[in-house]
């Protein structure tokens, strides 16, 4: 098990969440993300919060790491940091 881990800011937690669960449930899975489990995890307090992937391979979470950081967070969103 491989894990992308990226931490975030945000003004509205509730529009990032919304966002999040509103991507996942439409199924359409972005290029190089498929198989990929996805966990959030925020401090509604702080707006802080943790974007965690998991990928089965090295080469799955490298696929998608790329498909990731080509992505941009919501507007209420600002990604700080990802290991």
Do not use: C, H, Q, W
Not at 52 to 75: I, K, Q
């Amino acid at each position: 098990m491989y894990a992308r881990v990226a931490t975030f800011e945000t003004t509205n937690v509730d529009a990032a969440i919304d966002m999040v669960r509103a991507e996942v449930e439409s199924g359409d899975t972005p290029a190089g993300l498929e198989g990929a489990k996805m966990l959030m995890l925020v401090n509604r307090e702080s707006g802080k919060g943790l974007g965690v992937t998991l990928f089965a391979s090295e080469e799955a979470m490298r696929r998608g790491d790329e498909a990731l950081n080509a992505m941009n967070p919501g507007g209420t969103e600002r990604r700080t940091s990802v290991e």
